[in-house]
């Protein structure tokens, strides 16, 4: 009489989930039995119930693209409705709509992803790939991953590739080219792989090089210049004739080295402190200033594009582009604050984050205080030192 009383105030009801049904079912089938009157009417109501819940369920699968979306509104619905994993009577799935819906999302998520697996150019890209395929298509079976690792090992080839041959191996070419590069190789390969710190060392090599030869030809030039800017700023002032004559000496020796200084700056970069002073004792403090905090612009221009979605990524172009402006602009930011920390200062906050990653990649190429210049490091051994 009880279980029959709480079956019929339960199944009366005309809104009603499956909780409270599914608690009644528990409490009295292992006593009644599944055949009793009560368990048979309960059983009955639960698969009417179970329809308007399968219902709901597809409503928000229907606002679903994408299986964890999916999954997501299926477990809401479930808690919402008190819906048991399957049917009391155990016959078949409790929700076999949801089931074919449940389908389709999977297929969705895994055209998806095939057609964006070409687009991930960087490991980023490619392990929020793997990530990705995990989270939506879990233990089913999938071409996909097949292709995924397929694609990494190829990046990785790739890499190999263009650490040989854009510079030629050994490397060869401008600092800042081969500056940009070089950290990039460092941050996708790491900057522990054999084949990274060879073309590490090569860079520090080169900047040794490039940077004595360009202040080797700057210096001459900037005497000159601050010889002839000395004569117009005595005091007493020259003669009139005097200093005109002077100050078109100095427009002569400033057109004669500012292409000079434009070409290293070409080659160098923002990679040599040594060349940034001697552009700022040539082009004098406030002009230099200005031109570092119109670089400083440009480099924050790039760190302010907008990011892609992790998967696919961003492009491997794009990565090295980012990475190098913010290395620049934590460059040319030490410079300014030499002069102003107050024009650094905007910048710095703005860019905390880029500025403080930067700093590893920045040192990365820079040789330790007494490190040795293991020139030849890619020749084999000969016997040139026993000859001599």
Known sequence: AEAMAVAVVICARERVTLGPIVAAHEMYAPALGLRHPVVRLLVERF??????????IMRGLRSSFLPSEGRKALAEAKLRWGAPDAPLDGGGPLFP??????GQLRKNAEDTLTSELPLCKTFAGLDAMKEAIERELGDAHTALR?????????YRDLLDLVAHTQFGWPPVGGLAA???TGRWLAHEMGHDHPIVEDFVAAVKRLRAGQERAAVRELKPMLAEITGLREKLGTDPSPPRLLAEGYEEELQERLAETLPVLQRHR????????????????????GPFLLKMLEEAGAAADVLRRPMPPPCPGMSAEEGEARLGASVRLLQILARVEEQSTA????????FSGELCRAGFWAELLVEAPGAKDLMGWHRPPSFVALEE
């Not at 070409?266 to 403090?285: F, K, M, Q, W, Y």
């Open 266 to 285: 070409e080659e160098l970069g923002t990679e040599s402190p040594a060349l940034l002073a001697v552009e700022r004792d040539i082009l004098l403090p």
């Open 97 to 102: 709509r949801v089931e074919e819906a449940m």
């Open 178 to 180: 081969m500056a940009s």
């Open 47 to 56: 698969n009417e119930v179970a329809l308007d819940a399968e219902e709901d």
């Open 343 to 350: 024009a650094a200062a905007p910048l710095r906050a703005e």
């Open 146 to 154: 097949g292709r995924a690792h397929a694609a990494r090992m190829g």
